[in-house]
């Protein structure tokens, strides 16, 4: 059964920061993995999707990486912005269960200006 | 374009009443899934179609959760005779499907603002 956790639940780091989010999974057979940030009081915004065969992803400040072999998956934030504040789920999609997407519970991220 | 969007925005009903949630997914997306998220905690996986296929009902919490989808558009989900620890967002998002060497796998997901039920 494939587990998604996140660490840490929640950080606070000042404007301008490089940041690291960390993603781990226990099934490493996996289709693909997605990246997703929610504002509160909205939906989810996708932000990068990483299929199997791919090592990172990367879009503006944003690169995500995906180790297989070990279950891990890191969200790389540059520059930090007070725009960036959101909470950040990754998600799996496993070959053991192809219909099913089981997210992380998410790291609750904070910039301060 | 538009997005997935989803109808009530906020729904609050009395415990035992049945409601109707709809979801609009994306134009040409043949996969569409339904989520929970309770205050504070992740999204449950609920069900999931794709295509003309058999729907994936297997996060489904009990058998008064029912979810229905004409072909590769709306989708409605019910939930039977509410109890209070239904309360949540429930989310729905679509994506396109892609046929990779004889496999299905299915790109980005987008979501829908979610509907809000509280069951008082």
């Known amino acids: 059964k494939q587990e998604v956790t996140q660490i840490p639940a929640a950080l606070s780091v000042p404007e301008g920061e490089n940041l690291v989010l960390n993603c781990s999974f226990t099934?490493?057979?996996?289709?693909?993995l997605q990246w997703f940030r929610q504002d509160p009081g909205k939906g989810l915004t996708s932000l990068l999707l990483?299929?199997?065969?791919?090592r990172e992803q990367t879009s503006g400040r944003l690169n995500a990486s995906l180790d297989k072999s070990s279950g891990r998956s890191t969200l790389y934030i540059a520059a930090s912005q007070p725009g960036d504040s959101a909470t950040y789920l990754c998600?799996?999609?496993?070959?053991?269960?192809?219909?099913?997407?089981?997210f992380g519970s998410g790291t609750r991220l904070s910039i301060r200006p | 374009g538009a997005g997935v969007s989803q109808s009530p925005s906020n729904k609050v009903t009395e415990k035992g009443k049945d409601v109707e949630l709809r979801c609009d997914p994306i134009?040409?997306?043949?996969?569409l899934y339904w989520y929970r998220q309770r205050l504070g905690q992740g999204l449950e996986f609920l069900i999931y179609?794709?295509?003309?296929?058999?729907?994936?009902k297997s996060g489904l919490p009990s058998d008064r959760f029912s979810a229905e989808r004409t072909g590769e558009s709306v989708s409605t989900l019910t939930i039977q005779r509410t109890q209070q620890e239904d309360s949540a967002v429930y989310l729905c998002?679509?994506?396109?499907?892609?046929?990779?060497?004889?496999?299905?796998?299915?790109?980005?997901?987008?979501f829908g603002p979610g509907t809000r039920l509280t069951v008082l």
């Open positions: 990483i299929q199997s065969s791919q």
């Open positions: 134009s040409g997306h043949t996969a």
């Open positions: 099934d490493s057979a996996i289709y693909n």
């Open positions: 998002a679509s994506s396109r499907a892609l046929r990779t060497s004889g496999r299905v796998s299915t790109d980005t997901q987008y």
């Open positions: 998600a799996v999609r496993s070959y053991s269960s192809a219909s099913k997407i089981i």
């Open positions: 179609f794709q295509g003309n296929s058999a729907p994936d």
